[in-house]
């Protein structure tokens, strides 16, 4: 699947991801995906059936999967998956609804150890331009909870994201089974043997 460089910034590049024709940024610094571009997408696209964040947001399963998806976020960054069956259940809930619904301000939702922070939602005010003209809010979200919301604007959406991830996983194959040879070749410019059964290096 092709991926389009639209923007740079201090070291984090947005990719355009192909959902039906709709372009769709995607962070490169964190794998978030802009939320509220896909909405407008959709919309622009569907006239007739006007979907609203803000109702999504509201929704009590969304509000129970954000506060999930933090706590696996969190033992993801503590590196002991088994704290989602004590300490990290306790996690107090935040209020994503409450803050969504809030037009005039910034907010993030993450998860933070130490300096390693993992956003989960982050909304960006849209600024006005030296020609006058504003930019478009932003939403970010963690790759998995754009999963849930293109689900919720159309469950074939959800379909083409698991492509998306399907493709990524295939390429990073294709991209490890590259390396792989190109490190055999050199192990054995250098005289070396490769064990082809458990990658051993022998130099004799």
Same mark, same amino acid.
Not at 9 to 22: K, P
Not at 150 to 174: F, G, Q, S, T
């Given at each position: 699947?092709?991926?389009?460089?639209? &923007?740079?910034?201090?070291?984090?590049?947005?990719?355009?991801?192909?959902?039906?024709?709709? #372009?769709?940024?995607?962070?490169? &610094?964190?794998?978030?995906?802009?939320?509220?571009?896909?909405?407008?997408?959709? $919309? #622009?696209? *569907?006239? $007739? #059936?006007? %979907?609203?964040?803000?109702?999504?947001? %509201?929704?009590?399963?969304?509000?129970?999967?954000? /506060? @999930? +998806?933090?706590?696996?976020?969190?033992?993801?960054?503590?590196? /002991?998956?088994?704290?989602?069956? /004590?300490?990290?259940? *306790?996690?107090?809930?935040?209020?994503? /609804?409450? +803050?969504?619904?809030?037009?005039?301000? @910034?907010? %993030?939702?993450?998860? &933070?150890?130490? %300096?390693?922070?993992?956003?989960?939602?982050?909304?960006? &005010?849209?600024?006005?331009?030296?020609?006058? =003209?504003?930019?478009?809010?932003?939403?970010?979200?963690?790759?998995?909870?754009?999963?849930?919301?293109?689900? !919720?604007? @159309?469950?074939?959406?959800?379909?083409?994201?698991? #492509? !998306?991830?399907?493709?990524?996983?295939? =390429?990073?194959?294709?991209?490890?089974?590259?390396?792989?040879?190109? !490190?055999?070749?050199?192990?054995?410019?250098?005289?070396?043997?490769?064990?082809?059964?458990? *990658?051993?290096?022998?130099?004799?």
């Amino acid at each position: 699947m092709k991926k389009v460089i639209t &923007k740079k910034e201090s070291r984090n590049f947005l990719l355009e991801r192909d959902l039906f024709g709709m #372009k769709i940024p995607m962070r490169t &610094k964190d794998g978030c995906y802009d939320l509220n571009e896909m909405l407008s997408e959709y $919309n #622009k696209h *569907n006239p $007739n #059936k006007q %979907k609203y964040l803000t109702n999504f947001f %509201k929704s009590e399963d969304t509000q129970t999967y954000i /506060n @999930n +998806l933090m706590n696996i976020r969190y033992a993801e960054l503590s590196g /002991n998956i088994q704290l989602l069956d /004590n300490q990290v259940s *306790n996690l107090s809930e935040v209020p994503v /609804n409450q +803050l969504v619904m809030d037009s005039t301000k @910034n907010f %993030k939702v993450s998860v &933070k150890i130490d %300096k390693t922070e993992r956003i989960i939602l982050q909304k960006t &005010k849209g600024k006005t331009q030296s020609n006058g =003209k504003k930019t478009k809010d932003t939403v970010f979200a963690d790759s998995l909870l754009m999963k849930k919301f293109a689900r !919720w604007l @159309n469950p074939m959406y959800e379909v083409v994201v698991d #492509k !998306w991830i399907e493709d990524d996983l295939i =390429k990073l194959r294709m991209d490890l089974a590259d390396s792989y040879n190109e !490190w055999r070749s050199l192990v054995s410019k250098l005289g070396g043997k490769v064990d082809k059964e458990n *990658n051993i290096n022998d130099y004799s």
